[in-house]
């Protein structure tokens, strides 16, 4: 079925650095949403995109879905020790399902 | 916060017993998830319902069972756990604009 593949898998940063996670599809998607996982935690959610092109800013947090549908972007501004964690993104099918992507996960070294 | 929630939260039992995780939520949502998660690892759908007394399978196999007998209450039972079944296991429920809520998770050890 439709997949996203996440790169990288894991992202070393000393914090106030930036960090960027990438989503990727080979098929156009209807919507893509972002999720973060603190360690030991459970998903929590933080956006959803469903226009073409679209960007959103939350805080330090800056959300694209690219102009073709298949491919998102998370890019954290002047990362902090409570960044971390591992950032899924995912995609909802017209079944009502959620297909998640394999996770960038982030460590912040101070 | 969301409104949903998993007991046992920690669960070590043998293999071969019966098991049943719960989850329950309070926001009146028709959709509802169970994910099998290893620790830093992507979430596999193993079972999904839509509304009362609908209930289908994920993308995942998966030698468990779920009911919806009830909107608020959405139970996963295991009838004969192997150590494969070890893992964290997350219920979800979904709201009409399809964000995702999770519940704190149930971390499950098959002896």
């Known amino acids: 079925g439709q997949q996203v593949m996440q790169i990288p898998q894991y992202q070393h940063v000393q914090e106030g650095e930036d960090f960027t996670t990438y989503c990727n599809s080979s098929t156009t998607l209807s919507n893509i949403q972002w999720y973060k996982q603190r360690p030991g935690g459970h998903p929590v959610f933080l956006i959803q995109l469903v226009k073409s092109g679209e960007v959103k800013k939350q805080k330090r947090l800056t959300f694209q879905f690219g102009e073709a549908k298949k491919n998102s972007s998370l890019h954290i501004t002047a990362t902090q020790t409570t960044d971390v964690g591992t950032y899924f993104c995912?995609?909802?099918?017209?079944?009502?399902?959620?297909?998640f992507g394999d996770g960038t996960t982030l460590t912040v070294k101070p | 916060e969301a409104d949903i929630y998993q007991t046992p939260r920690y669960l070590v039992i043998g293999t071969g017993k019966k098991i049943t995780l719960e989850c329950s939520q309070t926001?009146?949502?028709?959709?509802m998830y169970w994910y099998q998660q290893d620790p830093g690892m992507e979430l596999h759908l193993i079972h999904y319902s839509y509304g009362v007394n609908s209930t289908e399978k994920g993308d995942l196999s998966s030698e468990s069972t779920v009911s919806r007998i009830r909107t608020e209450h959405f139970p996963l039972t295991l009838e004969s756990a192997r150590p494969s079944h070890t893992s964290q296991y997350l219920c979800a429920t979904k709201d009409r604009a399809n964000e995702q809520y999770f519940g704190p998770g149930t971390r499950l050890t098959v002896t």
């Open positions: 926001m009146g949502h028709d959709k």
């Open positions: 995912a995609y909802n099918t017209n079944a009502g399902k959620s297909t």
